[in-house]
């Protein structure tokens, strides 16, 4: 079946634009995370979702960074007036639920940001 | 003192030996142990998920979970260069989030 996906695959911006990233999760999969990963680093979480509620919000690295989930679904995350600092890989998983053997994760291919 | 804990190597093997992969965590009422697999310039791979002390193999993989230890470890046997990649060790305590280590990169040589 089809696994997670995230658009776009790349993106370029200048510093102070706002960027959306989009993940489509694994159909049947409620909990979705996102995560980030500089170069040569592991990984930063970022914010978890079960279903439509995000219960974990505790990685956010600052206000500018926000994320939706609709219909327990597609997610996007947002960051407001982009920094250098922000360019990283950005990375969703999914899992089948929130408990027990169901916190298998499984990781979409990724969005490049670069910030310039 | 971090969550989940990992050596950083980086680890050198020769092909066809056993590689060892060792990781530590610090909260005693984690549950659900993983490993994943992340070769340069792509995204992190479920490769092992152990639930229960004791050993559980896969194929060439096999890992070991110590409860009591607080300790989980991943064991590569007849190592191929196509397994150098980072190996990250994720710890799941039953409230959602699981919490990844930086991760050991393996190096095997032909």
């Known amino acids: 079946g089809a696994g997670v996906s995230q658009s776009p695959s790349n993106k370029v911006t200048e510093k102070g634009k706002d960027v959306e990233l989009r993940c489509d999760p694994i159909s049947g999969h409620t909990a979705l995370y996102w995560y980030r990963q500089s170069l040569g680093q592991g990984l930063e979480f970022l914010i978890y979702?079960?279903?439509?509620?995000?219960?974990?919000k505790s990685g956010l690295p600052s206000d500018r960074f926000s994320a939706e989930r609709t219909g327990g679904s597609v997610s996007t995350l947002t960051i407001q007036r982009t920094q250098q600092e922000d360019s990283a890989v950005y990375l969703c998983?999914?899992?089948?639920?929130?408990?027990?053997?169901?916190?298998?994760?499984?990781f979409g291919p990724g969005t490049r940001l670069t910030v310039t | 003192q971090k969550e989940v804990e990992q050596n950083s190597g980086p680890l050198s093997v020769p092909e066809g030996a056993i590689a060892s992969l060792n990781c530590t965590y610090s909260?005693?009422?984690?549950?659900?142990f993983f490993w994943y697999r992340q070769y340069s310039g792509k995204s992190p791979e479920l490769i092992m998920s152990?639930?229960?002390?004791g050993d559980k193999e896969d194929g060439r993989f096999t890992a070991q979970l110590n409860k009591a230890s607080q300790y989980v470890s991943l064991l590569i046997r007849d190592s191929q260069p196509s397994d150098s990649a980072t190996y990250l060790c994720?710890?799941?305590?039953?409230?959602?989030?699981?919490?990844f280590g930086d991760g050991t990169t393996l190096t095997v040589k032909p």
């Open positions: 979702f079960q279903g439509n509620s995000a219960p974990d």
């Open positions: 994720a710890v799941n305590s039953g409230a959602g989030k699981s919490t």
């Open positions: 909260d005693r009422v984690s549950q659900s």
């Open positions: 998983a999914s899992s089948l639920r929130g408990g027990g053997a169901m916190y298998e994760q499984y």
């Open positions: 152990i639930y229960s002390n």
